[in-house]
């Protein structure tokens, strides 16, 4: 069964310097790795979607898979205070599923100081 | 496009009684998941269908928890008997395919 950790759970950064958030998984075989991000009272909004080992950028989000070091991070250039908000990493149950549940790490707390 | 729909966005039901939560998935989306969110367990898989059928319901408490999707414009995700420990913020979400979900705001049920 896929499990899905992450650090740190809390992260304070200076606005304008660069955020790294990490990701470990279980089971490498997964293909469908996601992070999203949640401010306080809202819901769920996609930052970036991997499915390859290497980098994918999206604005200012870049994610890194390593599959055989089941690891995953995002990257966030030129943080604001706006992005303040709890990060999560989701990785898909199961391998090559259009349609498999995604499994969500318990979230990294980033707060960005001017 | 408004986004997936939840209501209520919330709710306070006392220990025993039943809860009924709704969601309206993305017009045209033909996926929809449904996620308990609380501080200890995070987001814990619940259940979703595909085309209104049920698929998975791997996360779900067998005895007191249902959900139904009888059309294409809305799904419930009913709990009876509810107990303190349901107390969660309950997330719908929707895809059209590929994983892409596209989260509702949540419904924050607090049992009493």
């Known amino acids: 069964q896929q499990k899905v950790q992450q650090s740190p759970e809390s992260l304070t950064v200076s606005e304008g310097a660069m955020a790294s958030l990490n990701c470990t998984f279980s089971?490498?075989?997964?293909?469908?790795f996601r992070w999203y991000r949640q401010h306080s009272g809202k819901g769920l909004e996609m930052l970036v979607s991997?499915?390859?080992?290497g980098e994918k950028e999206e604005g200012r989000f870049t994610a890194h898979l390593n599959r055989a070091s089941l690891h995953v991070s995002l990257h966030i250039r030129e943080p604001q205070p706006s992005d303040s908000a709890v990060y999560l990493c989701?990785?898909?149950?199961?391998?090559?599923?259009?349609?498999?549940?995604?499994?969500f790490g318990q979230g990294t707390s980033l707060s960005v100081v001017p | 496009n408004a986004g997936v729909i939840q209501t209520p966005r919330h709710k306070v039901t006392g220990k025993g009684q039943e809860a009924t939560l709704w969601c309206e998935p993305i017009?045209?989306?033909?996926?929809v998941f449904w996620y308990r969110q609380t501080i200890v367990q995070g987001l814990e898989f619940l259940t979703y269908?595909?085309?209104?059928?049920?698929?998975?319901d791997s996360g779900m408490p067998k005895e007191r928890f249902s959900a139904q999707m009888p059309n294409q414009s809305h799904s419930t995700l009913k709990i009876q008997s509810t107990q303190p420990q349901d107390s969660a913020v309950y997330l719908c979400?929707?895809?059209?395919?590929?994983?892409?979900?596209?989260f509702g705001e949540g419904s924050r049920l607090i049992v009493v």
């Open positions: 979400a929707s895809s059209l395919g590929g994983n892409t979900l596209y």
């Open positions: 089971d490498g075989t997964s293909d469908n």
């Open positions: 991997i499915f390859s080992d």
């Open positions: 989701a990785v898909s149950a199961f391998a090559s599923s259009s349609f498999s549940k995604l499994v």
């Open positions: 017009s045209g989306h033909s996926a």
């Open positions: 269908f595909r085309n209104q059928a049920p698929i998975d």
